[in-house]
């Protein structure tokens, strides 16, 4: 066991050097670091809820509140549960990497950015599926610009994704349930509403 686990920490700074280095280049030097700073994907967010308020029905309104639970969920349990646990150093903190962006103070296992964003884009799935051919480009962009910019491992990223991808998923089936329920509970007090 310990020399499977040894074999996958292996590939995944294997990957890492290939993605961090080999592939970098001055196009990538450029965007990555706009993509994956958080003042910008905050902007972003922010200009999509105001997208939704403006031109959403009720029932996407209704979701901007749940897609701001999926965030703190998907938020706590990578910052304030798994990273300690796992307490995994970022690479920038223990290998020779092509830095970007600041190192960092906290740990790397999960990535907060991939947890966060894959978290909406999974919950915006369920509920507005149109929206995925969007947002899934632009949450593995992300992603992989943690790479990149040096601050993840790919295996970050994919633990992230996961756990985003669980958290998105279960917090749109009970949106949707809860919101099925008040159709039905409005249309059977319609129906037996007194006559006046």
Known sequence: MLELIQWLVSLDH???SIINKSLANPVTDLIMPFVT????????YALCLLIILWKGDRKLRYALIASLIVVVITDQLASSVLKPLFARPRPCKVMDVHL??????????????????FGQVFFFKKIAPQSAKFLIPLAIIV???RVFVGVH???????????????GVMVAVVFNKKINFVRITKKWQERNAPAI
């Open 14 to 16: 294997s990957i890492f």
């Open 37 to 44: 700073a958080d003042l910008h994907l905050k902007i972003f």
């Open 100 to 117: 970007l962006v600041g190192c960092g103070a906290g740990f790397s296992l999960p990535s907060s950015h991939a947890a966060n964003l």
């Open 143 to 145: 992603a992989l610009s």
């Open 153 to 167: 491992y790919p295996f970050d990223i994919l633990v992230g994704a996961a756990l985003g991808t669980l958290v």
